[in-house]
């Protein structure tokens, strides 16, 4: 009869161990990288689905010069509520910026829904509906309705001025509690002047000890160099504010420079229109 030692047991015990470290790992493995590919073309399906519903904006509209920024809040998202578009309308250019509520694929569906819409009616030369401004090539002015949405900034010869409404009209969907219809109204818009669109995920990220960010304030000491370099240089600055450079909301900025002269450019051709990039990226 053969006694086994305790060196033996020691042995047998230690392979066992090995054995199932190593099943273990190479299980992990495994689903570390199944889970890898299905982020991957996840992320594929949400850029396929942003150059469909999103399209990307000119850097040239008729005499404004324009750069824009989309940052999605999950690091694995692509777009999400957020929206921007453009369109040529006669003689001027007309834009939308919004927030839809929620998130998720239900909030793409819907940003979908109103950018075609606005797509649609953007080139009518019809009264201005919805959260949408208008700026006319021939004169130093931009006409704006705002529907619940946070107000554009102006910055004229380094004064940031917020462009709030008298008459503000309720957010979409909510016009049956409106009394009237409201007109746009008018704000000087000059040339060298710049103009600031964004969602409520830039002015609502909070830095480490949980203040909002200062938009208006940052935006006032940001160079006035051209439209590129000002949205790189807030989105740059916001990221920085943020512990880990995490938002906590989608955020996405519009910046439209009006330049000296009215010239259209080539890549500015009635009856198109524009959205946001992927998540990140300027232009």
């Not at 020691?10 to 190593?22: A, C, G, P, R």
């Not at 992990?28 to 399906?45: D, G, N, P």
């Not at 689905?49 to 040239?60: G, I």
């Not at 009635?270 to 992927?278: I, L, N, T």
């Amino acid at each position: 009869m053969v006694r086994t030692s305790l060196t033996d047991l020691k042995h047998s015990f230690q392979l066992t161990t090995l054995v199932l470290i190593s099943v273990f790992v190479t299980l992990f493995a495994h689903r570390r990288e199944r889970h890898e590919k299905e982020l991957t073309q996840l992320r594929s399906v949400a850029e396929a689905a942003q150059q469909v519903v999103l399209r990307p904006l000119p850097r040239r509209i008729g005499p404004l010069r324009i750069a824009s920024v989309y940052l999605a809040a999950e690091a694995e998202a692509q777009i999400g509520g957020d929206l921007f578009a453009a369109a040529r309308a006669g003689q001027g250019t007309r834009f939308i910026v919004g927030d839809v509520r929620g998130k998720g694929l239900g909030a793409i569906g819907d940003a979908a829904l109103l950018l075609g819409a606005f797509r649609s009616a953007a080139h009518r030369q019809a009264d201005l509906t919805a959260s949408v401004l208008d700026i006319p090539d021939d004169a130093p002015v931009v006409h704006l309705i705002n529907c619940g949405h946070p107000p554009p900034l102006l910055l004229h010869k380094g004064q940031v001025t917020s462009l709030e409404v008298s008459d503000p009209a309720p957010p979409l969907g909510l016009e049956e509690f409106a009394a009237a219809p409201s007109a746009a109204e008018t704000f000087p818009f000059e040339p060298g002047d710049f103009l600031l669109l964004y969602t409520d995920g830039v002015i609502e990220a909070r830095d480490g000890s949980g203040a909002f960010y200062p938009l208006a304030q940052r935006m006032g000491t940001v160079p006035e160099d051209d439209a590129q370099g000002f949205v790189r240089h807030l989105q740059e600055d916001l990221l920085a504010y943020t512990p880990g450079g995490h938002l906590g909301d989608d955020a996405a900025m519009v910046a439209i420079e009006r330049g000296l002269t009215a010239r259209t450019s080539a890549v500015s051709v009635a009856g198109d229109c524009w959205g946001p990039r992927p998540s990140g990226s300027t232009r």
